[in-house]
């Protein structure tokens, strides 16, 4: 193995040597990345059968010759890396969001334009209406976003008001056109009603999960800014999705923080501890 070490960034010349330490720093990160989110998303079986592969291409090229790695093995370790990198492309794309300066500046812009007690305003006015809706048991939708699609956007019917409780109650008023479907709450307006957002294809939910919360889980998937809100029609408990992850059982203490990192209230920081470490 020595032999082999010392002869892979030996006896070549510049380029070749250049070529294999780029090739070796760049699997050596995209693995890290595999591995990283792995374990996010509690799929370490992936990660021993990746270890597996990686040893035996290894093996194989000692057996091969000493001096340099195969063609063959080559290809086969960028093929392996780049389906890790597809399997967790989109927790990547979350990831490279939440940390993106667009996003900060447009919660500052935001912050700057209303000020915090218009913003406050609003949550409590959420607040209020989402208590009030699992008194009665009446199911609801509600997306708080930095930004929304316009497909989704317009899918429903473009409100653009202020957001005030009775509006959201009379929206979501059994039998009426818009009941059914979302209202969609960004800018600190309501933006659009009764919009249809993606379903989650997740199978591993609680058997109670209808169809506004297999909404309300994909579209906190598909858009990590945004966080969804539950109030279910049969039970009257109240949810919150965001980033894909889901809590229960809501007072209106834990509604409330929740409604104040979603309208960019909390910073960061206070964020990671509501929804735990991001995946």
């Not at 939708?141 to 930095?146: T, Y």
């Not at 709450?185 to 933006?191: D, K, S, Y």
């Amino acid at each position: 193995m020595q032999d082999f070490l010392k002869n892979m960034f030996t006896n070549v010349d510049v380029k070749e040597l250049v070529a294999r330490i780029v090739f070796v720093i760049a699997l050596t990160f995209v693995f890290y990345l595999f591995f990283y989110y792995a374990k996010k998303r509690n799929l370490q079986l992936y990660t021993y059968i990746v270890v597996g592969v990686v040893a035996v291409l290894f093996v194989l090229s000692f057996l091969m010759g000493a001096r340099e790695l195969r063609f063959e093995v080559y290809i086969a370790l960028m093929l392996l890396a780049g389906l890790g990198l597809m399997l967790f492309i989109s927790d990547i794309n979350r990831h490279i969001f939440r940390l993106s300066l667009k996003r900060k500046a447009f919660r500052d812009s935001l912050a700057d334009h209303y000020g915090s007690e218009d913003l406050s305003k609003s949550v409590g006015e959420i607040v209020k209406s989402c208590l009030r809706l699992s008194k009665t048991d009446t199911g609801a939708l509600i997306v708080i976003a930095d930004h929304m699609s316009d497909e989704i956007l317009d899918s429903g019917i473009k409100i653009n008001s202020e957001i005030t409780a009775e509006l959201i109650e009379t929206l979501f008023f059994p039998k009426t056109p818009l009941h059914d479907g979302a209202v969609i709450i960004t800018a600190n307006r309501v933006a659009s009603a009764g919009c249809y957002l993606p379903l989650t294809q997740a199978q591993n939910l609680p058997r109670e999960f209808g169809t506004r919360h297999r909404a309300a889980i994909g579209v906190s998937a598909a858009f990590p800014d945004c966080t969804a809100i539950v109030v279910s029609e049969e039970t009257g408990i109240i949810s919150a999705m965001h980033d894909g992850k889901i809590k229960r059982y809501l007072d209106s203490r834990q509604l409330q923080d929740i409604l104040d990192c979603a309208m960019g209230l909390a910073d960061e920081s206070a964020e990671e501890r509501l929804w735990g470490e991001n995946k």
